[in-house]
Nanobody
Framework: QVHLEESGGGLVQPGGSLRLSCEASGRTFNNNAMGWFRQAPGKEREFVATINWNGGTTYYADSVRGRFTISRDNAKTPLYLQMNNLKPEDAAVYYC?????????????????WGQGTQVTVSS
């Protein structure tokens, strides 16, 4: 059974940083694009960042570009999201997702595997 599990969420003050990780079990995703999405209370889930199979291509939502960095290490935990200069509007449940394709996508429809999410709270 394929399973993705996020970790690293928590409470941080505005301007602070967090690093999210996503571990996979049941299969590897070395040849798959992966992504991060988030969902705030009362809002639809939205795209945050995506990375292609070898880490050579990344895309970000406009709201996080320059503050967040998506990366991967296929030899270990397959996906990370470094979040710097966090703002209250970044508070959400963050989801890791894996695609069956090698290339990046901003669309949820491209992702077949999802984690349960990790809560990020940004508050003073």
């Amino acid at each position: 059974q394929v399973h993705l599990e996020e970790s690293g969420g928590g409470l941080v003050q505005p301007g602070g940083s967090l690093r999210l990780s996503c571990e996979a079990s049941g299969r590897t995703f070395n040849n798959n694009a992966m992504g991060w999405f988030r969902q705030a209370p009362g809002k639809e889930r939205e795209f945050v960042a995506t990375i292609n199979w070898n880490g050579g291509t990344t895309y970000y939502a406009d709201s996080v570009r320059g503050r967040f960095t998506i990366s991967r290490d296929n030899a270990k935990t397959p996906l990370y999201l470094q979040m710097n200069n966090l703002k209250p509007e970044d508070a959400a449940v963050y989801y890791c997702a894996a695609s069956n394709w090698m290339t990046t996508s901003r669309s949820e429809l491209s992702y077949d595997y999802w984690g349960q999410g990790t809560q990020v709270t940004v508050s003073s």
